[in-house]
Every structure is written in C-alpha cells, then in structure tokens.
C-alpha cells in the first residue's frame, strides 16, 4: 500500500523522493487501501473521460473537448490529441529512479523500463495509457541500487489538504563534490505521461547548485511548453516544483 511505501525505513533512507511521494497522495485513509500498482495503473481524472455525457478520444470518440473547453488542469506539453495529465503521484519517481517493471502474461515475463512503460496518446493508440497487455499484469518494480544520489520531490497544490497536484517534480542529483556530475529531473500533472526534462539536466550538469542555477535549470525545464487556453498558469507553477525540487536535493533553503 501507499502508507507502507511511505512509513518503510529502508525505502525512506534509500528512495526518499518516492517515499515522500507515496505520503503525499490522496488521505491518510486512502493510502491505507491504494496499491501501488493501482497508482500507476489508474486511468485520467479527466472530467471529460469520467463522465458519461462526453465521448472523447479515450472513450472511443473522434475528439478532445479539453482545447474549447474546461483545461485548467490538463497538459502543457505533448501536442495531443488527448490533453490528460498523467495521475499516478508514484510514475514520477519511479522514471527518476530510473526502475524497471515486471509485466507477466500467458507468454512468459517481460522487463520494461518506466521510461519506456507510459505511452504517450497518438490516433492509434489514444485509449491507452501503458504499453501493459490486456492479459498481462504488473507483479513487480524493482529499483537499482540508489548509491550516493541526493534527492527533492516537490509538489503544488490549490490547498495543501487531499487535493491533486497542479504540478509536482522529482530531481536526482549525482554529485562530485560540490559539483553535479549528472542529474535526472522528471515532472509529474504536465503531460500525459511523466515528463523528463532533459534540458534541465544539461543545464545542472557541470554546475554547483546556486538558487541561480535552479532557477536556470527550472526556466530550461519548461522549454517547449504549449499551454491550453485556461492552463497558461501551469507553466509558472512547474517552474517553481523543479527549482524548489533541486534545491531540496541540493539541501538549500527554500524562499
């Protein structure tokens, strides 16, 4: 369960930022009763998608009604044609991590990367969400050996009780010294899938973590951003996920 990844003292010493993630989904007593595997495995909280007036996309329709219509909490990156955010708390630091998932059906088992487990929508696959068969099931994640990497997870909410997030983001910090040998920066409630911004992992590359540098490696984070109509706001709020994020990886204060 949720609560058992965020209460278990080998996880918190070893994966934090997903400890911390796992603490943070739903209520106390949600976390009590959801699994993992249900977390990474739920479909859209699309308004859309879950209620029975609108054929969309995900439903088998010939259309998105996010674009005209009520997006304030969908994608600001991946171009369509669906706009959901992906709603798993768990994905994020789970691609950060750098895990692998274990899917097992009638044709044996097979190893997928969480990088390369979520799929983005295109028209052939649109009702899809994972590259998960429909006679396969997800037994197990197995996560590497964490080594010396330091770690921030952060996430914005409208209110800080259960709420979903507006934008949340995991950063992993490689370091030499004081300087980042590599960086791994995955943001979470911004696409359909989990988002790695690569662009700010080059840009914290080679660097000492200054409030400046987070700042930079935050803008860079946005690169390519496309906002809806209503959801512009979302691109400022990511910003602030991945600088916080860094900065808590790197120890420094948060303003």
């Excluded at 768990?90 to 097979?110: M, N, S």
């Excluded at 983005?120 to 068969?133: C, I």
């Excluded at 010396?148 to 010294?177: C, N, Q």
């Excluded at 490696?217 to 916080?244: F, H, M, W």
Aim: aromatic share 8%; with cysteine; proline share 7%.
């Amino acid at each position: 369960t949720l609560t058992q990844i965020e209460t278990d003292a080998t996880i918190a010493a070893r994966y934090p930022a997903l400890a911390e993630a796992a603490g943070l989904a739903a209520t106390p007593q949600l976390r009590n009763m959801a699994t993992l595997g249900g977390n990474l495995l739920q479909r859209p909280r699309c308004w859309y998608y879950r209620n029975e007036e609108f054929i969309c996309y995900k439903k088998g329709g010939n259309r998105c009604f996010t674009p005209e219509g009520e997006n304030q909490f969908h994608s600001i990156f991946g171009d369509g044609p669906s706009y959901i955010v992906h709603p798993s708390s768990l994905a994020v630091p789970f691609v950060a991590y750098d895990a692998t998932f274990r899917l097992v059906g009638p044709r044996g088992e097979r190893m997928v990367k969480a990088a390369d487990y979520f799929t983005m929508p295109t028209k052939a696959n649109v009702q899809r969400e994972n590259v998960l068969e429909p006679d396969e099931l997800l037994t197990h994640v197995i996560l590497p050996a964490p080594g010396g990497v330091k770690s921030g997870h952060y996430e914005v909410r409208f209110k800080t009780s259960h709420d979903w997030p507006i934008a949340f983001a995991t950063v992993l910090l490689s370091m030499s010294g004081s300087t980042v040998q590599g960086a791994r920066v995955v943001m979470g409630a911004v696409a359909p899938v989990p988002w790695r911004a690569q662009a700010a992992e080059k840009a914290l590359a080679g660097k000492r973590i200054t409030p400046e540098t987070a700042v930079a490696a935050a803008e860079a984070a946005l690169t390519g951003a496309e906002p809806l109509s209503r959801n512009g706001y979302k691109v400022q709020v990511a910003k602030t996920a991945v600088e916080r994020a860094i900065l808590q990886a790197a120890g420094l204060p948060i303003a």
